[in-house]
């Protein structure tokens, strides 16, 4: 009977590097977000759901693309 130990150590692993908010695509697409909704200055509800309409239109379709190399 093997176990779990020895099945795990046949397993191949993929090793992930550290968090990093600076590598990962959705944390800048936010803080993207956030900087150009500061900017508008909006005050009401109607007023940001406009302000982001408008901000979305700005985002390039290459930065929300994300790649996975394990």
Known sequence: MTTARAI??????CSVPPYSPDLNPIE???A?????LRKAEECTRD?????????I???KPD???TSSKC
């Open 32 to 36: 993207k977000l956030k900087a150009l």
């Open 8 to 13: 795990l150590s046949q397993t191949p692993t």
């Open 47 to 55: 007023g940001l759901w406009a302000a982001i309409g408008r901000i």
């Open 63 to 65: 930065e929300s693309q």
């Open 28 to 30: 800048q697409a936010f």
């Open 57 to 59: 239109d700005l985002y």
